[in-house]
């Protein structure tokens, strides 16, 4: 059968051929059972069908509304803030809570959380806060990942 | 393969049973709709094993449409030759079905209708009415199933869907463009091949040809990403899953979109009956329908062309980027241009009897008016103007052209549109937004001419603007917040020369072949215009011709209608900017492609004593086309650099703009949680997008992020681009403005409350 003849067939003669169409119906219906399986699955992993979710972490305060915008006279701060593990396994996160200087930052506090797959997990941490400034960033980041969140602090007017 | 013939023979056993089942008077009513109806329920019964989706899939889009044609006394000939009525009329079936059941189902105590059981209980009750409706109707009007395929080796061109899929699906994994450019490849070839075999493939094969072919290009776009692409569609999907998850429609004051059931109640009802995430509707269902629109041409086509000028015109559809890459971004056109090809192809249709065809231009007419209102417009204004335009040009001792079945489709799209706009859902604001823009700014002739420049000149050029700097776009956003919108308060620090916008580079590919790429751009823009003044030529010389086929002239009117419309959105700059210019050209393009063809296959049977005119024409088109396809496809990018195309590349304007991730969904859904209910957000031009798209933040959202016009106590939204790519958009009425982010300035002043490394929120 030449190439021609099978993939364009001459004009208007359709012969009723119900054998092909079962064959089809039934070749279509195995593959998309086979699909749903397990060795489905991997298969269409391994053609680059399935799109998997980089996981991902979320850094956030959960007070956002109400964050304290004055450091305490007493130079101390209760800060809270959360990590939330969006993905589907369960990952230690080393955190570091540091204050913004001119150089290099000056490291407040730091710690590990160990987060169960899309779970979250609250820290509060008590940190001593060096105004060097007017006004001093404190920074809270998380090691092997760009995720970050700051939060802007003015000095108690005394100094 | 041994249990086959079995499988075969069961078949015709369960036939010949079901023909005993029903016998006597109801012997007329072919009784397989009985078992599609059972195997239709136990498929949506059990939808989550895949192979049942797929039957519910093909039994929804068959049996619905099926059973009503038959009611109508539809020909099962003439649905043969137009497949598009099929779909076309089982949108309707299931749209008319779940508003009954939606609107039906709390007052018999049902809370949630649009849910699976509801439903299938409404299509239970239903489709046996339509069979009853249909009963008495003779063997002619009975469609089979298995007349609308053909042989089964022809569907080999569904592969490329199948393909495309997973192409896209890599694309998103980092996998490259291999595939994808193997598909835009393979249509390529596929666009002269075809014309040169034309005259010589069956009907039915072209049909799947163009059908895979189209679906292809599409699914390239919608397939992208875990989510939604495109502009318009986030807001759509957002009202859609809005539907999904309140599993009820109300009718009441709604906003456009809202009120549009192709976009609320159909997609949410074909969601609970065949499963898997709403999304896929809108990514997958909606251009598996709109796929029909470039064959619904050629079908059309084929009533009064050879099969080979019903092809090029087809394939002048498809190579539109229109088509493939702008439509599948717009869901609810997607759904009204295909009903808009059923009900041209009914009001051409001379094989149809007065009443079936005015029955169906009815049944399409309400369709399309609760799915689409812009589409709907235009159609009204397309049956008005060319029924008009076909009493003015009739001559004496010419045949008279039929014109009432257009005033009549024309009333009741009208008459429909009123009620469903007005007292139904009070969603014509759309209607009044035009007339406002009207009163407001006139009619704005040729708002982009220059001074000293030709009318013809600024016609083609279009409306356009002077390039905006970014301390132009700066200023004038500042002042224009100044003025009005006095309770933003930006910070005093925001005027600091140190923060003043700065233009970004635009993420384009390297320039390898600048002279390719130019070259490639005119020919594309000469081909797109010999495309536009053929289709002039064809609409007059069928509108005016005195002798001919009456249908030919009939379209001829209705392309003179199109090009009067489209005329009338390039003159006027306020009409311009209310509907936009190019989903109005892909709709006129469905009429005036064929006028195209049939111009060419004019020339060709006027010198049909030469062998060389009809080669020589029809493959010059079909180069033309390739030519256009290249560089509508970005084909050509990884020859040339440029602006990579979403289809082929992970980087791009395109792909900065339109593709949503995770990180952004999550994003999105924190900053809806964490808001209060007073508050302002920023969110850039695109960053709106996801938003739209996962959140209900629509009101006090501003889109221009520039140190100048951020409250200072708002809540500001960075998309993955802004963060990792520094790049935001400044919307100046010359388009967007590419800029450097304005990282500096909030992270100076604003608290960074919200991080997942690759998007941000910042408020203080």
Known sequence: MSTQSFFFRAVDHVAPPRNWRIAVAATVAIVLLVLQTGLGQSVLKAVGFSRPTEPFVELYFPNARTLPSTLPASDHLNIRFAMSNVGPTTHAFAWQVSEKTGNAPLGLASGNSVVPANRTDVVVQRIRVYCSARRVQVLISIEHTSARITLWLACPSSR | MAGLPELAVMNQASRAWLQRLVPGRWTTIPATWIFELVLLDVAVAGHSLWLLRAVAVLLLAVLPGQLLLRALRMPAASIRRYVPYLPCASVAVLVATTLVVDLVGPPLGVHEPLRQWPLLIGLNLALPGLARLGHGATASFELKSSDLIGRARWLWPLLLPLASVVAAARLDNGEGNALAILVLVAVAVMIPTCTALADRMHRRQMNLILYGSGLALMLLTSMRSSYVIGFDINSEYFDLHQTVVNGIWHMGHLNPYEAMLGLTVLPASLHALIGGQDVWIFKLGYPALFALFPVAAFSLGTRFLSRRAAFAAAAIVIVQAYYFQQQPEIARQELALLIFAGIMGALLDSSLARWPQLGLVSVLGVTLVVCHYSTTY???????????????????????????????????????????????????????????????SGIQLLPGRLKGENVISAYFNGPRERPTSPSQYELSVATYYAAHMRYLVPLAAAKNSAYNLRAASPPNLPDHAPLVASVLADAELLVQQSINALAVGGALVFALRRRGHPLLRMIGTVGIASLLILAASRLSGTLAADYNSSRLFLQCLFILALLEAALLDLVVTRLKWRSWPGPMLFGGLSLLLLVAFVGSSGLASPVTGGNPPLILYNNGGDYAGFYPDAQEEATAHWLAAAVPPQRVIYADYFGQLRLDQFTNLRTAVFNDVTP???????????????????????????GLLDLVFPASFLDQYFNVVYSTGSTEIFHR
């Not at chain 2, 500001?716 to 790519?725: L, P, Q, W």
């Open chain 2, 378 to 440: 235009i159609t009204v204004l397309l049956c008005l103007l060319a029924s008009i335009l076909a009493v003015t040009v009739r001559r004496r001792k010419s045949t008279r052209l039929p014109v009432l079945p257009w005033f009549i489709a024309a009333a009741v799209m009208t008459i429909s549109a009123v009620i469903w706009y007005v007292p139904a859902t009070h969603s014509g604001s759309n209607v009044s937004d035009v007339a406002q823009s009207l009163r407001q």
């Open chain 2, 708 to 734: 100048r016009t951020i409250d200072q106590h708002s809540w500001i939204f960075a998309s993955t681009t802004n963060v990792v790519d520094h790049l935001t958009w400044g919307p100046t009425n010359s």
